[in-house]
């Protein structure tokens, strides 16, 4: 069979304790420090925010990925501003770059319509 046959169990979510080993995978390490970052498990219609300490003024990279049927929808915002909105197609991470004007509190809102993994990293660059 080919190797790149699309496996719908490929994006089942996984358990709890098989996050760790997942988010490692989906998010592998990069440079520069992490100021930010989370991951669970979500359940069908369920909304999670993570919010950050106070980032300072600065460029950040955003790190995300997720693991469901579906795409899962990341918005990330300071106390004024959206500077992501996007629904993502599971199974491929994205990193945006995003700047910070000011200091700053990043919330990092995870809507999920089914059962759905969630992974991001939010890295100074």
């Not at 930010?36 to 460029?59: C, I």
């Amino acid at each position: 069979a080919p190797a790149f046959t699309r496996d719908p169990l490929q994006q089942d979510p996984v358990s709890d304790a098989e996050l760790g080993d997942w988010v490692s995978r989906a998010l592998p390490d990069s440079t520069g420090p992490v100021v930010q970052s989370g991951a669970g498990l979500l359940g069908a219609g369920e909304v999670r925010n993570v919010s950050s300490p106070v980032l300072e003024t600065g460029t950040y990279i955003l790190a995300i990925a997720c693991r469901s049927q579906r795409r899962v929808t990341f918005t990330v915002r300071t106390e004024t501003l959206t500077l992501v909105d996007l629904g993502l197609r599971c199974g491929i991470n994205r990193e945006n770059v995003i700047y910070l004007s000011t200091d700053s509190v990043l919330t990092v809102r995870v809507e999920a319509r089914t059962p759905a993994n969630y992974a991001f990293r939010v890295r100074r660059l």
